[in-house]
């Protein structure tokens, strides 16, 4: 049907235009291109003051094409049958012009029209109220932009967005899109992008959050309107600029750069910079009570600002203030009563902002009034056109040529900010989605190195417990250092990821504050030494001040600043770490006698992965990750990260973020630490079994992984091996298993889907399952749990860790077997649901007392209204464990979760946290239980 249409369009105009197409044209076109005769036609369309005209242009000019094997040509003269009316505003005859398009791309593709015509069509639906289609065109059309390319088109949108959520004053949002747009900008080069790069930083200007940021971004501003030579820019900013200072209140910051814009607006006539100018200095003056400087400015704007009535209106507010805070009542009276006059005016404008008279909005309406008169009247005219002159028309053409060219050049401009600023919303979209794209990169790649790293430190970590030569200890223990370090970068990038999805949690503990910076910096002395560096550590912080803070992001943030300082400084520099308890904040300043950070650079150091592209700079490796996650992580916790430097004489990196008092908490006694490090490798002998061979079914698609995963096991249990989760399903419904062990990420069916099908089946949902895998996001960890994942182990692991979980869930699966065997007649008088709620009741009650160490067996059975005997058969039968191993497992999971995050500073006080109150006690079950003792895990 829609071919159909076509053709018959086609016909039509072919028929209806062509012998006006040779008249239309002048004899020096008769020898021109198809193309040639295009663009003439489809410039009086442009010029004409009327839509008929205009169409009849267009029409003239498709039916030229007839004969040529033009595509383009065509699409662009059909495009133009819908674009006409739609900036004449017959928003009805535009969506139905364009089925000819339609039909022309469903067979010729072609990406740019496809991206013009679903904007269009957006644009009616949107100027006809109806939003739900002109947002699905929306998305049509940002495929089609994604599918050019055009990095240009996307900088400008971004731009447009951000310009836009800073007419409604959401800040934050549009900052998030100028940012954006100002990166892309840079990654296009200077040149032409000049300007736009300008006013980029002029908006971000506008919504700096302090005046740090304001002063920064006017900055780079004026640079690039200094090297243009563009006094009209300059002039400009500075007035953003005030603006911007007045917004946050910084009254005397914007006192002068609205003197400077005021100033270089005058020498160069800006009139309306010139008139804005006076209106901020004189609020400014109103703000800091210099009411007499305030009235000659207010006066003088209110002279030469007579048109925009919200100006107008601003004007007199202040002066009124001026005047009565001087004692000319009689005057503020009077300038009181003038703005009651101005307030119906003022509520009928639709303008956001202090720039009001850039809006030519109210003239338009008048001329789209007149355009609409014209109108009428050629309708009227249409009946008798075989009777009046072409001539009358040709005339009347003339007449209004120059005005419809300017009418028409305007709306263009209009209509192409207001689709841009549309189109934008889409791109964040887009953007988001890129961003997701991001983050499951990070979590994939993560998985693809920790892998490797297990089988790395794995390995290693058994070569040296049994090595017995120092020479090769020494360069085991080299190479796994170095494994933890890549552990350390590992995560340092995930750590990103994660902040830029907003998933990483603040985990705050008691800190004394000073003593416990001088252990982080004086942990740096070794490698000091080693590069012939002094330390020099000075606070004038309290020695008894505790706060609240995350000991392990901080100490993050602090290791990268210290780490850096030695690299770069000379033999023989001195790096220097300088503490303050400023006003509530801690001020911690990091400098260097390095070489210095290039001016252009610094403002780049904190993006992630930049590498310095100075020749003169040694190469100094890295990956560009760690400054940027600690800027990051400063700003998380409410603070920032800024540098100062110099070249030839050194940089300083300061730290400024606010403190949150703490208590302070009871450290270890040397018993206890005594205690502690004694719990040695011999305890983990008790940890294996001496039973018969268990049958683990070990599913894992790396054959290097499953290799060493047998070669751990299979000592004391059988292990069978499966590719992927489809593999293991059929091995599960033809072998009898007494644990499986399972990746997350697998091709066929991943780790998850395994575990959901096996809870499909009740013969097998009940095997003990244990999940090994590389990602390490917590929402990955609680969905397995929550699918019924008895245990679950992070990559990097060692052997000792994983036999002692296998052989702790073994047991207990035994142990609910015998008693089960044991109770076979027992009363089934609590059903199966029943069990489950019952547990999880009795889990959230444990919790709740969890640092009670009184807490026993009975109080849980009363709090549960159970007897104790009752208690016994359900937690038996479902777990395999006593209700006093039901409480240890509870408190010592518990545990392992704050050793893992590092929320307390040392292992007695998580003990204590528990309700564990022997610390020989508590190292000796922890080491039972995850294969090393728990100081070990702190120190991870």
Same mark, same amino acid.
């Given at each position: ?120 069509? /957006? ?18 059309? #940002? ?253 009347? #053409? ?56 297990? #089988? ?162 040694? #190469? ?274 518990? /545990? ?45």
């Amino acid at each position: 049907m829609i071919k159909a249409q076509l053709s018959f369009l086609m016909l039509f105009l072919c028929f209806n235009t062509c012998l006006s197409a040779q008249t239309l044209l002048p004899d020096s076109l008769a020898e021109a291109s198809i193309e040639e005769k295009v663009d003439y036609l489809n410039t009086l369309a442009q010029q004409s003051p009327n839509l008929d005209s205009a169409l009849y242009y267009t029409q003239t000019a498709l039916s030229l094409t007839a004969d040529c094997d033009c595509d383009t040509i065509v699409m662009f003269c059909l495009y133009n049958l819908s674009f006409y009316p739609a900036i004449h505003g017959d928003f009805e005859k535009a969506l139905q012009n364009i089925g000819g398009l339609d039909s022309m791309l469903s067979l010729k593709n072609n990406d740019y029209y496809t991206f013009r015509k679903h904007t269009l069509l /957006a644009y009616a639906f949107k100027m006809k109220d109806q939003l739900d289609q002109a947002l699905d065109q929306y998305k049509l059309a #940002l495929g089609a932009s994604w599918a050019m390319e055009d990095s240009l088109l996307i900088a400008d949108a971004h731009n447009n967005v951000g310009d836009a959520f800073m007419a409604i004053d959401l800040e934050d949002e549009a900052r998030e899109y100028l940012l954006i747009s100002l990166e892309m900008f840079d990654r296009l080069g200077v040149g032409e992008n000049e300007n736009r790069r300008f006013i980029t930083y002029k908006n971000l200007c506008n919504v700096g959050q302090d005046d740090k940021e304001i002063e920064y971004y006017a900055d780079m501003a004026y640079s690039i309107a200094q090297n243009q030579k563009k006094p009209h820019n300059r002039a400009l900013l500075m007035l953003t600029q005030a603006n911007a200072y007045s917004s946050k209140k910084y009254f005397e910051k914007c006192r002068a750069a609205a003197q400077r814009a005021f100033e270089i607006s005058d020498s160069i006539e800006f009139t309306l910079v010139k008139n804005i100018a006076l209106l901020l200095l004189g609020e400014a003056n109103v703000e800091l009570k210099k009411y007499p400087e305030a009235i000659l400015n207010l006066e003088s704007a209110l002279e030469y600002d007579q048109d925009n009535l919200k100006n107008h209106h601003l004007i007199l507010k202040n002066l009124s203030k001026a005047y009565a805070e001087t004692g000319r009542y009689r005057d503020a009276f009077n300038a009181r009563e003038e703005m009651g006059t101005l307030s119906d005016s003022i509520n009928s404008l639709k303008t956001a902002d202090a720039f009001a008279e850039f809006d030519v909005k109210f003239k338009t309406e008048q001329k789209d009034k007149e355009i609409a008169q014209q109108q009428l009247e050629i309708e009227q005219q249409k009946n008798a056109r075989n009777r009046i002159l072409f001539g009358g028309i040709s005339i009347l #053409l003339l007449a209004t040529s120059l005005f419809g060219w300017y009418y028409n050049r305007s709306r263009r401009k209009k209509q192409a900010a207001e689709l841009a600023l549309e189109l934008k919303q889409q791109e964040a979209e887009k953007l988001r989605e890129l961003d997701q794209l991001k983050s499951r990169f990070f979590t994939n790649i993560s998985h693809e190195l920790r892998t490797p790293l297990t #089988l790395i430190s794995g390995p290693l970590e058994d070569a040296l417990e049994k090595s017995k030569s120092q020479l090769i200890e020494k360069d085991l223990r080299l190479a796994h250092n170095n494994s933890k370090k890549l552990l350390t970068l590992i995560n340092e990038i995930l750590d990103l990821s994660k902040l830029e999805s907003g998933k990483l949690e603040i985990n705050q503990v008691d800190i004394q504050l000073n003593p416990w910076l001088k252990r982080v910096f004086f942990s740096f002395e070794s490698l000091a030494k080693l590069n012939e560096v002094q330390l020099d550590y000075e606070s004038n912080i309290s020695m008894d001040l505790w706060i609240k803070a995350d000991a392990e992001k901080l100490e993050k943030v602090i290791n990268n600043l210290l780490s850096n300082a030695i690299k770069f400084s000379p033999n023989k520099g001195i790096v220097k770490m300088r503490a303050n308890n400023s006003n509530g904040n801690l001020v911690l300043a990091v400098s260097d006698q390095g070489q210095g950070i290039p001016e252009e650079e610094r403002s780049k150091i904190f993006e992630r992965f930049y590498q310095s592209s100075q020749t003169n700079v040694p #190469l100094s490796g890295g990956t560009g990750v760690g400054l940027a996650l600690a800027r990051e992580l400063a700003r998380l916790f409410g603070g920032d990260l800024t540098v100062k430097s110099q070249i030839g004489v050194g940089s300083t990196f300061t730290l400024d973020m606010p403190l949150a008092k703490g208590t302070g908490r009871e450290k270890p006694t040397s018993e206890q630490q005594t205690v502690l490090d004694k719990t040695s490798e011999e305890q983990y002998a008790s940890i294996i079994m001496n039973a018969d061979k268990s049958n683990i079914l070990i599913v894992e698609d790396n054959p290097e992984m499953s290799a060493y995963l047998q070669k751990i096991l299979s000592e004391k249990h059988q292990c069978t091996l499966a590719k992927n989760g489809l593999e293991a399903l059929e091995l599960v419904q033809k072998n009898q298993y007494d644990l499986i062990t399972s990746d997350v990420m697998m091709p066929g069916m991943d780790g998850f889907a395994f575990r959901q099908k096996l809870n499909n089946l009740s013969a097998y949902k009940n095997i003990p399952f244990i999940m090994l895998t590389a990602r390490a996001l917590e929402e990955d960890k609680l969905f397995g749990l929550q699918l019924g994942v008895d245990d679950y182990i992070t990559k990097p692991f060692n052997a000792r860790e994983l036999m002692a979980r296998v052989n702790n869930l073994l047991q207990n699966k035994k142990e609910r077997e015998l008693w089960l065997k044991e109770n076979s007649n027992a009363d089934q008088d609590i059903p199966e649901s029943a069990e489950k709620k019952m547990l999880k009741t009795a889990e959230s009650i444990v919790l709740e007392n969890l640092d009670n160490s009184r807490f026993k067996v009975n109080d849980l059975a009363r709090e549960l209204a159970y007897s104790q005997r009752q208690l016994t058969r359900v937690i038996k039968k479902s777990t395999g464990m006593t209700p006093v191993g039901f409480i240890l497992e509870l408190r010592l999971q518990k /545990a392992y979760q704050l050793l893992k995050n590092r929320q307390f500073l040392s292992v007695s006080e998580v003990m204590f946290e528990v309700g564990i109150e022997s610390l020989s006690y508590f190292s000796t079950k922890f080491s039972e239980r995850f294969g090393h003792n728990p100081k070990e895990l702190l120190e991870k």
